[in-house]
């Protein structure tokens, strides 16, 4: 199923206004599936794509670098009304942290709940995000 989903994902990418990147998304979640794109996305400041089919915020941000060559991505996902016990990343965090060498990522997620401290948890599997940005500057 996921096969399906990356080409009709990326198709969307298409060019944004000067400054902008275009990240386009899919999420595989079994029998629950949604794609989309949003162009209006800028660097420094809080992207939001929203899954009204499986209930999901996701919220991205791309930093410019200050010193370094290398951009850095930041993603969090978390679950509306009907998800309240999601959503996790591996080792049971709510966000993660990426240097953006790629314009494409695979992050699975998690329902179940936060790790606290040095607590061994294993997390039921939701599905994979799957990301493509585009018109990076």
Known sequence: MSAALLPFCFAFSSS?????????????????????????????????VSSKSLDLSILISVYLPLRRNQKELNVSVSGGRSRPDCCFLSDGV??????????????RLYEGHARRRNEFLI??????LYLQFSDLK
């Open 94 to 107: 709510d966000w993660r942290s990426f240097t953006l060498e790629e314009s494409f990522f695979e992050i």
């Open 16 to 48: 944004a206004f000067a400054g902008d990147y275009v990240v386009s998304y899919a999420i595989d979640a079994g029998s629950l599936n949604d794609t989309g794109t949003v162009r209006s996305c800028r660097y420094g400041e809080l992207c939001r």
């Open 123 to 128: 997390n039921s599997p939701l599905g994979i």
